[in-house]
């Protein structure tokens, strides 16, 4: 529960300040402009997404162990 109120609080975060995520270029044209963001007490847990000027789009949320340049690679889609 704690870690679903803490993404779920990130989120709002993000709604409300879309620009304070690190920008990431894993080389997929697809994913151009996504941004990373670690959630709070839970820093393992990435939060990867895209804005537009209305809208923040979460992609995925990944534990930072995983091969994240593998995921988002456009060779993996």
């Known amino acids: 529960m704690r870690f679903l109120l803490e993404a779920q609080e990130s989120f709002a975060l993000l709604a409300d300040l879309p620009n304070i995520g690190t ?17 709070p007490r839970f820093r393992k847990y990435l939060i990867f997404y895209v804005t537009t000027n209305d ?22 889609e």
């Open 23 to 39: 920008i990431r270029d894993y080389g997929n044209p697809d994913l151009f402009g996504l941004r990373m963001w670690p959630i």
């Open 55 to 76: 809208l923040v789009k979460i992609v995925r949320v990944l534990h930072g162990s995983q091969d994240i340049q593998s995921i988002f690679s456009p060779e993996s």
